[in-house]
C-alpha cells in the first residue's frame, strides 16, 4: 500500500532541498569566482573588478605555468607520488587496522600497539629529525622522500579499524568455518565489506599527496623533482625567477599575483574535482555491498 506524505512531510522535505540547494550554491561561488580571476585581465583582477564572470578575458596566467617543461615534470612527479603514495597508504592502512580491530582476548596486546600509534599523532619529532632521518637513509631528492614518511597515516587507521569493528562477526566467524585463514577472510571478506570507508580514505590520502607541496621543497634537491605544488608554490608564490627562462619574463610580467594563485587553486583542484565524482559513485556501491543481506 503506498502511503500518502502528509503536509509536514512535504514541507521537511521542500526545506531539506531548498537549504542543500543554497548550502551547495555557496560553495561553488567561491570555485567559480576563482576561475573567473584566473581568465582576467592582470588590471581588472587588481583592481578588484571580478566577480563571477572573468573581466578582460585572458588566459596569460595559465599560458604563463603550462608553456614550460617543468610544469608538465611536475605534473608527471605528482602522479607518480599519487599513484605509489595512496598504493602505500591502503595498503599499510589495511594491514595495521585488521589486527587492531579485534578484541584484546584476540589480540591481547592491542591496547599497547594502539596507544603506539596513537602517541604519533599527539607527539611528533619534529622538522629537523625527520630531515636527518631522510638524509640518512639515502631517500633524499628521490620520489621515496615523499611517500615513505607519511606511508602510514594513523588517523586514517583509527577510522579504518573502527569501521572493522562495525561489521558483523558472524561473517568472519562463517569464513573462519569455511576453512579460510586470516589472510582470506581480510582480502575476500572484510575489505570487500568495507568499500564506503576504503573509498573515502583513499580520498583523504589522495588529496592529501596532491596538496602537499612543503615536503617536496625541503627534501628535492632539484627543482626538476619538484611535484606540481611545490613547483608552483616556488613560482606562482614566491616569485623564484631562477626557475624562469627569458623568454618566460614578458609573459610574467602579464602575470599578476592575485590571477596566477586563482590559476594555481583551480589548477590544484582540478585533478580532485575530475576524481571525486567516480569515488561518489563507488560510495554508492559500497554501501549496497556493505549491507547485510538476510
Not at 46 to 72: C, E, I, N, Q, R
Not at 247 to 254: S, Y
Request: proline share 5%; glycine share 6%.
Amino acid at each position: 500500500m503506498v502511503e500518502h506524505a502528509t503536509l509536514g512531510r512535504k514541507i521537511f522535505v521542500s526545506f531539506n532541498y531548498t537549504l542543500l540547494s543554497v548550502l551547495s550554491i555557496l560553495c561553488l561561488l567561491p570555485l567559480i569566482h576563482v576561475l573567473a580571476v584566473s581568465f582576467s585581465s592582470s588590471s581588472a583582477a587588481t583592481a578588484g573588478l571580478v566577480k563571477l564572470w572573468p573581466v578582460g578575458f585572458t588566459m596569460s596566467s595559465y599560458d604563463f605555468v603550462l608553456a614550460k617543461p617543468a610544469f608538465l615534470k611536475s605534473i608527471g612527479v605528482s602522479l607518480q607520488r599519487v599513484a605509489i603514495g595512496v598504493t602505500v597508504n591502503m595498503l599499510l592502512t589495511i594491514l595495521i587496522a585488521y589486527p587492531l580491530s579485534k578484541e584484546v582476548s584476540k589480540f591481547p596486546y592491542r591496547t599497547a600497539y594502539v596507544w603506539i600509534f596513537v602517541v604519533t599523532i599527539l607527539f611528533q619529532g619534529g622538522l629537523i629529525p625527520l630531515y636527518m632521518m631522510v638524509s640518512y637513509t639515502a631517500i633524499r631528492d628521490t620520489i621515496w622522500a615523499m611517500v615513505l614518511p607519511s606511508a602510514v597515516p594513523v588517523f586514517n587507521v583509527v577510522l579504518l579499524l573502527n569501521f572493522f569493528r562495525g561489521l558483523p562477526k558472524e561473517l568472519e566467524e562463517a569464513a573462519f568455518i569455511d576453512g579460510a585463514g586470516h589472510w582470506t577472510t581480510l582480502w575476500r571478506v572484510i575489505v570487500p565489506l568495507s568499500a564506503p570507508a576504503l573509498a573515502t580514505i583513499t580520498l583523504f590520502a589522495t588529496v592529501g599527496h596532491w596538496n602537499s607541496w612543503f615536503d617536496g621543497l625541503i627534501f628535492m634537491d632539484s627543482p626538476k623533482h619538484y611535484p606540481l605544488q611545490s613547483y608552483l608554490q616556488t613560482v606562482v608564490i614566491n616569485r623564484d625567477l631562477s626557475l624562469v627562462s627569458s623568454a618566460d619574463m614578458k609573459a610574467l610580467a602579464e602575470v599578476s599575483d592575485r590571477t596566477a594563485k586563482a590559476a594555481q587553486i583551480f589548477l590544484g583542484a582540478l585533478p580532485i574535482l575530475l576524481v571525486y565524482p567516480f569515488l561518489q559513485r563507488f560510495f554508492m556501491k559500497g554501501i549496497v555491498l556493505g549491507s547485510v543481506k538476510e
